[in-house]
């Protein structure tokens, strides 16, 4: 009986390090703190930090500004209480690169990291743009085949562009399913075999005819990255972006595995302080340019901020990036539970927000809050 129990206990032991029942030893749903389960590669910041202007005053905007919404969890409350209603954890408004308002809860402070889910995906598509900059790839209009070797001989494949990637409308079969165990979403997400995973994908659709979203997509642009420069997107994010903006710390990048074969999780899991995810905002504010040195190409900003319906994308939606009423001509990286880098180019306004476990992503709800801020501003 003894002996029974031992091998009862030593298998549950085995079965609970195992990639593929993470999610039933951490929780289906990730939180703020999941990616403390992955190894990451570590992307530096350079010696000099660029800072935003620190507050000469009080603005008082936490009480001043009012905000009255139905479309979820009605309220009206001022600025103060709405970010606690909502598990917020940091937010910063930014305003002529002066931070105007600055508000941490649950134990998070200036200096907390936070885990960006797909606000990571706009970073990536920066990458892209960076690599056409630079002539490692020569058009999104180019067949993922010209650089995924693995899709030559496959049927269809040639069909799908790097824009039907960044666009999501590659046509591949990818279940989101909210993180269910069964779906493919959570296999990315916690499993240990993404390389295996996102080479093997099925095309369900005709490409370039149908929008769905899909961190296959994202992965498959990392690939690409990969590829095109030799090196690690970690590595690239690196030099092109983290220390020539002057990023205050260094950020992490989540890995499926701790080997040869890790790659980064590209559709999500990208981990710093909200200050440095505020210049990344920042940086497409500026039209990609960083003091003075053009980072990515003003083209690439532009086209990514405004809408490109072709090949039936969404209009509010493009290169990642969501886009919000052509009034206000704002736009906003966007992730889970209401993650937000919203940038509002005609008063020089960003609004960064980070929050866990809450609203999800209700993007109109975010979206009628974020403007009547900035009305009010």
């Given amino acids: 009986m003894k002996t029974k129990l031992s091998i009862f206990i030593i298998s549950i032991v085995i079965l609970s390090s195992c990639a593929a029942l993470r999610p039933l030893k951490y929780g289906a749903i990730p939180t703020q703190k999941s990616y403390k389960h992955f190894p990451s590669r570590i992307i530096q910041n350079s010696d000099s930090v660029f800072n935003f202007i620190a507050p000469t005053k009080d603005y008082g905007l936490g009480k001043k500004i009012g905000l009255l919404t139905s479309d979820f969890n009605a309220t009206n409350v001022v600025l103060d209480s709405f970010v606690k209603l909502h598990k917020t954890i940091s937010f910063l408004i930014i305003r002529n690169d002066t931070i105007i308002y600055e508000n941490y809860q649950r134990g998070y402070n200036p200096k907390s990291v936070v885990s960006s889910f797909s606000v990571a995906k706009p970073i990536v598509s920066t990458l892209i743009g960076i690599a056409i900059d630079e002539g490692k790839i020569q ?59 996102m080479l093997n994908p099925i095309i369900e659709e005709e490409p370039n005819q149908v929008f769905h979203y899909s961190s296959e997509n994202l992965m498959l642009l990392a690939y690409i990255l990969e590829k095109v420069t030799g090196e690690s997107i970690s590595n690239y994010l690196e030099k092109k972006v983290w220390k020539p903006l002057g990023m205050e710390a260094p950020a992490s990048w989540s890995l499926d595995r701790d080997d040869d074969q890790a790659i980064e999780k590209a559709f999500c899991c990208l981990q710093a302080r909200s200050i440095d995810f505020a210049k990344f905002a920042r940086l497409y504010l500026k039209g990609g340019n960083w003091q003075g040195q053009q980072i990515v190409s003003e083209k690439w900003v532009d086209y990514s901020t405004h809408s490109d319906p072709a090949g039936n994308n969404k209009h509010f939606y493009n290169n990642n990036w969501g886009l919000g009423p052509l009034k206000y001509g704002s736009f906003y990286a966007i992730g889970l539970y209401g ?14 927000r980070f929050g866990d476990m809450t609203s999800y992503l209700h993007t109109a709800y975010w979206n009628a809050n974020f403007i009547q801020i900035i009305d009010q501003l």
């Fill in 339 to 352: 993650q937000y880098l919203y940038v509002y180019p005609d008063k020089n306004i960003i609004i960064v």
């Fill in 139 to 197: 058009s999104i209009n180019d067949p993922i085949t010209h650089y995924i070797p693995e899709f030559v001989d496959k049927p269809g494949f040639d069909e799908i562009t790097i824009k039907s990637l960044l666009h999501h409308t590659s046509g591949i079969s990818f279940t989101e399913g909210k993180l269910a165990l069964s779906s493919d979403n959570s296999q990315f997400y916690w499993g240990n075999k993404l390389r295996k995973l």
